[in-house]
């Protein structure tokens, strides 16, 4: 079972995997540039946000959880468009 099965597994199914995935790069991303990050490792894995993502699903730091507030979020930011 490679990497990405395991976070499947953890997640229920791929096309969660995907959503809950994406959103923790985009936060990685956003914490690396407030932290002012600076490639110090040359370890591929601990340098691409997407590595450290599906790590972080696979030892279940985010999880399904991470994706219900994903989508109360989208949900508040609808709300205030939508009332403009």
Do not use: C, W
Not at 8 to 21: E, K, T
Not at 65 to 78: F, G, Q, V
Request: charge should be positive.
């Amino acid at each position: 079972m490679n990497d990405f099965e395991k976070a499947v597994d953890m997640v229920g199914n791929r096309f969660d995997l995907v959503l809950i995935a994406s959103e923790r790069v985009r936060e990685l991303n956003r914490l690396r540039r407030e932290q002012g990050y600076r490639k110090i490792s040359t370890n591929k894995e601990d340098t691409i946000p997407v590595f450290q993502a599906i790590t972080d699903i696979e030892t279940g730091l985010v999880g399904r959880e991470y994706l219900a507030r994903i989508n109360e979020r989208h949900a508040r930011k609808k709300q205030k468009f939508d009332n403009i």
